[in-house]
């Protein structure tokens, strides 16, 4: 699976858009981005997840650049309860089961 | 909503005991999964399953087994607990099919003294 790059730690204005990012440069035509939060003393928690189509559900969106080296998942309306650590993971999606959860980028949001 | 639940939040067990974690979901997945994490090293898969009775070493089997007697429930055995297990363990499943998502249960911190 391809390797991820996020940064460390981000904050953001509760109300205001979150707009967090994903480097996954050596992503291959069939791996599939997917993003996960964990809530302190909570399991991982499934968001979003994408193939090249940028999606949007009741959580987030993902933008997916068109060359598919990056993405975005964006919280439109971040609440104190969006602080967390957000996972953005590659995982191809006709092979293998392994997920891998990197460090993952910690999201303060603040009042 | 899914729901996977792990038996316990917090365990503690000593050396060379033999160690139960349960997971059960209920919502008719096929596939389920045992994950353990730690600090700077993300999660790591120790074992999955994709059916009854089937089941898969994944990256860090050595000193688990695993049993799926029923299709809702996935358990993890510690055959002889040693203090490197001290970790939290996490259950996940999801529906056949590698594109699906998979779904966590809260997690299980053991402590192996």
């Known amino acids: 699976d391809a390797k991820t790059t996020q940064p460390t730690s981000m904050d953001c204005a509760e109300g205001r858009a979150a707009n967090l990012p994903c480097n996954h440069s050596?992503?291959?035509?069939?791996?599939?981005v997917y993003w996960y939060r964990q809530i302190h003393s909570q399991g991982p928690q499934y968001i979003i997840h994408?193939?090249?189509n940028n999606e949007t559900n009741e959580m987030a969106s993902l933008i997916i650049t068109e060359d598919r080296k990056s993405s975005t998942l964006i919280l439109p309306h971040a609440t104190l309860r969006d602080t967390a650590v957000y996972y953005c993971?590659?995982?191809?999606?006709?092979?293998?089961?392994?997920?891998?959860f990197g460090a993952g980028t910690r999201l303060f949001v603040k009042a | 909503d899914v729901k996977v639940t792990q038996s316990s939040r917090y365990l503690v067990k000593r050396t060379g005991e033999k160690v139960f974690l349960e997971c059960v979901q209920d919502?008719?997945?096929?596939?389920m999964f045992w994950y353990r994490q730690d600090p700077g090293l993300g999660l790591r898969l120790i074992y999955f399953?994709?059916?009854?009775?089937?089941?898969e070493k994944g990256d860090i089997p050595e000193g688990y087994s695993v049993s799926r007697e029923k299709k809702e429930r996935f358990s993890l055995i510690l055959e002889s607990a040693s203090t490197n297990q001290t970790s939290m363990y996490l259950c996940?499943?999801?529906?056949?099919?590698?594109?699906?998502?998979?779904?966590f249960g809260d997690g299980t911190r053991l402590s192996i003294l």
């Open positions: 919502m008719d997945h096929e596939n």
């Open positions: 996940a499943s999801s529906h056949r099919g590698l594109v699906r998502p998979q779904h």
């Open positions: 050596t992503i291959s035509g069939n791996e599939y």
């Open positions: 993971i590659v995982r191809v999606g006709t092979g293998g089961f392994k997920t891998i």
């Open positions: 994408g193939l090249k």
């Open positions: 399953s994709y059916d009854v009775k089937m089941k």
